[in-house]
């Protein structure tokens, strides 16, 4: 079956830093690949997603490329911000049975 | 603004008790869903409908009931069957088997 892991958290980070957190997958087919981010006490948002393989996600400054060689969608961002901290989901569209299988989520935590 | 709305925001429920959190959307979306999500883990599928009058179990259904009566509502009823019901419920909908998009989520606690 399907699978998403993604790295575990806590990250803290300084204001400014260069932010990586890693997600590998595991499915039959052409997934599609997505980014969630969930601020305390909120649902989810959707941050950025892909569809097919090479395609780049991008949205306010964070980008995930979609790698099939590696099975992969790392989501980085060059400068992180306060208002970053969030928990942050990499999921998985397997396709046809409109189900999205998540990772079980990174703490990003940014200080200034 | 069109969104999922969610309510209520929290919910206390007693012991063998049912409570329905309620869904709804005016996105004009054929497909919802139900979530639940406990500290430290990921989401899990509770149930999904593709159209109205129809609806799926997910990976967890067990002590759970829904209906889909009308196509921007999805409530999603904890029965007393649920006997761990304390998580987050995340209410999700989309186009097809498209992008989900959340709600703001029911937090339910158990008295």
């Known amino acids: 079956g399907n699978s998403v892991t993604q790295m575990e958290g806590p990250v803290t980070l300084s204001e400014e830093a260069f932010l990586t957190i890693n997600c590998t997958y595991t499915?039959?087919?052409?997934?599609?690949l997505f980014w969630y981010v969930q601020y305390p006490g909120e649902g989810l948002q959707l941050l950025l997603k892909?569809?097919?393989?090479?395609d780049k996600g991008s949205n306010k400054g964070f980008e995930a490329t979609y790698r099939k060689e590696t099975t992969s969608f790392h989501l980085e961002k060059g400068s992180v911000q306060v208002s970053d901290s969030a928990v942050y989901f990499c999921?998985?569209?397997?396709?046809?049975?409109?189900?999205?299988?998540f990772g079980k989520g990174t703490l990003l935590t940014v200080n200034p | 603004d069109g969104g999922i709305t969610q309510s209520p925001k929290y919910l206390f429920r007693k012991e063998g008790q049912n409570v329905t959190l309620s869904c709804e959307q005016n996105?004009?979306?054929?497909?919802m869903y139900w979530y639940r999500q406990d500290p430290g883990q990921g989401l899990r599928l509770i149930y999904y409908?593709?159209?109205?009058?129809?609806?799926q179990k997910g990976d967890i259904a067990e002590g759970y009931s829904v209906s889909r009566e009308k196509k921007e509502s999805f409530p999603l009823t904890v029965t007393s069957a649920q006997k761990n019901p304390t998580a987050f419920y995340l209410c999700?909908?989309?186009?097809?088997?498209?992008?989900?998009?959340f709600g703001p989520g029911t937090r339910l606690l158990v008295l």
């Open positions: 999700a909908s989309s186009i097809g088997e498209q992008t989900q998009y």
């Open positions: 499915a039959t087919g052409y997934p599609s």
């Open positions: 892909a569809t097919k393989a090479d």
């Open positions: 999921a998985l569209n397997g396709g046809s049975n409109y189900k999205l299988t």
């Open positions: 996105l004009n979306h054929d497909a």
């Open positions: 409908s593709q159209i109205v009058n129809d609806f």
